[in-house]
């Protein structure tokens, strides 16, 4: 059994970004993420203090703005559209969830698709779909399939599971599957045994949120496990599968924490970067 270390793989990627800032700086260009925060929700404030650590790690400038939980629609989209028009400002990320209150769609929708760099537009969405080059994939997805390709796991004919379907990694992460030629399934709450999708997978992706889903008696010997799920659990971060017991089984298995988790920040840095490269045409 083979670890797929994405905090070493990310800390590698954002070397590499760190002279692409310092390229871009020697041009006279500064590359810019936009952060922004509504209300209190801890999971979230985490999140964003990590994204802007990381960003100062590489060199790239950040910018958080934290709002209070009673924050109208209107003044969030106010703030969004004063940043989709700012030139200095490259990459915009609403962090999720909102409130209950403000239109999540709507939100992720007024960002400029040319600053979406968490890859929620709907125009990037529909490039991903149609496997069409520009715009931006989204972060977690983008991240679990660069981890694959840096250990050589073989993508093209493989039976793929992909359990969740979220707008934010499952729809997107069966996508890019797709587009790398795999056979893909895509299981939810609905989905009526899910064993038997699983069984018989080469690789299994879970993003469902729920603890200990994947269990041994569902894997067979030589399969590639990648964990999306991140849950606190008296205390601890634990994801969706039951590693302890799941990984006896594996050629290949994702940490957590120190797997997915550390790409996906890894890729909006590159993602921001990117946006920076478009904006002058580097």
């Known amino acids: 059994m083979v670890l797929l270390d994405g905090k070493q793989l990310s800390n590698q990627i954002k070397d590499k970004l760190k002279n692409e800032v310092i390229e871009l700086k020697n041009k006279g260009i500064e590359p810019c993420l936009a952060v922004i925060l509504v209300g209190e929700d801890n999971a979230s404030i985490t999140y964003v203090n990590s994204k802007a650590r990381a960003c100062e790690q590489c060199g790239i400038k950040s910018l958080v703005y934290k709002l209070d939980v009673n924050t109208t629609q209107n003044e969030l989209f106010a703030l969004i559209n004063t940043l989709n028009h700012d030139d200095s400002v490259d990459g915009i990320l609403v962090q999720l969830p909102l409130p209950k209150h403000i239109n999540k769609d709507m939100i992720l929708e007024s960002i400029s698709f040319n600053k979406d760099v968490d890859g929620f537009h709907p125009f990037n969405v529909g490039n991903l779909n149609l496997n069409l080059r520009g715009g931006f994939l989204p972060c977690t997805p983008l991240g679990v399939m660069k981890l694959l390709k840096h250990y050589s796991i073989?993508?093209?004919?493989?039976?793929v599971v992909v359990i969740g379907a979220s707008n934010i990694v499952g729809r997107p992460m069966a996508t890019l599957l797709l587009n790398a030629n795999a056979s893909v399934s895509i299981c939810h709450i609905y989905t009526k045994d899910l064993k038997a999708y699983t069984k018989n997978a080469d690789?299994?992706?879970?993003?469902?949120?729920?603890?200990?889903?994947l269990k041994e008696d569902m894997v067979k010997d030589g399969v590639v496990v990648v964990d999306v799920g991140i849950n606190r659990v008296n205390g601890k971060i634990v994801g969706d599968v039951d590693f302890d017991n799941v990984s006896k089984k594996t050629s290949f298995i994702t940490p957590v924490p120190g797997g997915v988790g550390p790409m996906t920040i890894a890729m909006l840095l590159e993602n921001t970067i990117k946006s920076a490269k478009n904006r002058v045409q580097v």
């Open 203 to 213: 690789v299994i992706i879970v993003a469902a949120g729920c603890p200990d889903l």
């Open 154 to 159: 073989k993508l093209e004919g493989a039976d």
